[in-house]
Nanobody
Framework: QVQLVESGGGLVQAGGSLRLSCESS????????LGWYRQAPGKQRELVAT???????NYPDFVMGRFTISRDIAKNTVHLQMNSLKPEDTAVYYC??????????WGQGTQVTVSS
């Protein structure tokens, strides 16, 4: 079993920044991938950023250059730095951990609201 606890969400004005954190109950090298996803009301959950066990990162075009995923190995924590936030970034943000055995876990989510 893996517990993932997100934090750092909140209300911010357009153009502002937030830093999300996801603390894992296991060491980060337990995971094949770690990722951030988001789900806005009435929409499907979508990928925001991923980082592999080797440190490679991946972003969809709509966050490229604005969001950065990183990890703190010593603290079992993965971060999502979000800059130049837009109202359309408003969503619940979830942390996801993929294990090498193909199982996966989700965190409980943290709300991000960007006002115009």
């Amino acid at each position: 079993q893996v517990q993932l606890v997100e934090s750092g969400g909140g209300l911010v004005q357009a153009g502002g920044s937030l830093r999300l954190s996801c603390e894992s109950s296991r060491g980060l090298f337990s995971f094949k991938n770690l990722g951030w996803y988001r789900q806005a009301p009435g929409k499907q959950r979508e990928l925001v950023a991923t980082i592999t066990s080797g440190g490679s990162t991946n972003y969809p075009d709509f966050v490229m250059g604005r969001f950065t995923i990183s990890r703190d190995i010593a603290k079992n924590t993965v971060h999502l730095q979000m800059n130049s936030l837009k109202p359309e970034d408003t969503a619940v943000y979830y942390c996801k951990a993929d294990l090498f055995n193909l199982s996966f876990y989700w965190g409980q989510g943290t709300q991000v609201t960007v006002s115009s």
